[in-house]
DNA sequence: CGGAATCCCAAAAGATACTG
DNA sequence: CAGTATCTTTTGGGATTCCG
């Protein structure tokens, strides 16, 4: 995945005399860098406020160092992402969402929010049968 | 993947007395169902009303008939989609939203909203360099 | 037109172990 | 604690061809 800032989109759109929406390519230009299993819930997390790399793999629940390390580096090319290394001993690193993951609040509103639904929904059509 | 409606979850969340909040859980469940490069601009296509197969595959732009099938065939599974076959020779078949699709009509708005304003940054980011 | 069949590849993700 | 290294598996996705 090459997702650094200079080639941010999720390619070109033919957009010719068809009907090809800029709402198609708005979607999938979104998706191209929030692309996969982590990087919502894990912006989501930050969204609370700033934490350690531990905090946001418990917080996350079954993420595997490497794969959460891999995604914040991809999350901080992208600006999406701060990290701050505080000199203790040991060492201390924290993780904070800059203030362009915040345009994204809207979006992991409605997606949470529908996400605490399809729960319900699924649960509810195990129940009755 | 399995996303039929008995198993249409992002896996257990182990919220015990740690900091696991819903809202990581609700993403997750909902990106569960939702993943991949195509559900979300395929749902979005189908927003504006039935489409053919093929029209779908041109509003998408570069989906290949395999992976457009075996996307339709899990939206269908999970109820996000109809499929309806109109006996014409040749047969017509329209694919279509189901209610329940039309649960994500926020979802998709903030998530093209963003996209589209993303892919205004980065073109901006690159002018300036 | 609406797919299915086959082959193939790259990337995503997980398991496990290890290090400063 | 905050990762890295290695290995393996999975799956997503694409190319091409073919069929009723």
Redesign the interface.
């Known amino acids: 995945m090459k997702t650094d800032?200079?080639n941010?989109?999720g390619?070109d759109?033919?957009c010719g005399q068809?009907?090809?929406?800029?709402?198609?390519?708005?979607?999938?230009?979104?998706?191209y860098?929030l692309?996969g299993?982590w990087k919502?819930?894990l912006l989501?997390?930050l969204t609370?406020g700033p934490a350690r790399f531990k905090?946001i793999q418990?917080?996350?629940?079954?993420i595997t160092p490497k794969i959460l390390s891999k995604e914040l580096k991809e999350l901080e090319l992208n600006e999406f992402v701060i990290r701050r290394v505080i000199p203790t001993v040991p060492v201390t690193v924290t993780y904070e969402i800059t203030d362009?993951s915040r345009?994204?609040q809207?979006?992991?509103?409605?997606?949470?929010?529908?996400?605490?639904?399809?729960?319900q929904?699924?649960v509810a059509?195990?129940k009755s049968?």
């Open positions: 800032l200079t941010g989109l390619g759109h033919p068809n009907a090809c929406s800029e709402g198609v390519t708005g979607i999938r230009d979104a998706l860098v692309n299993k919502l819930p989501f997390a609370e905090d418990r917080t996350l629940g079954d362009y345009s994204l809207q979006v992991l509103h409605e997606l949470k929010v529908w996400g605490i639904n399809h729960r929904r699924i059509s195990r049968k």
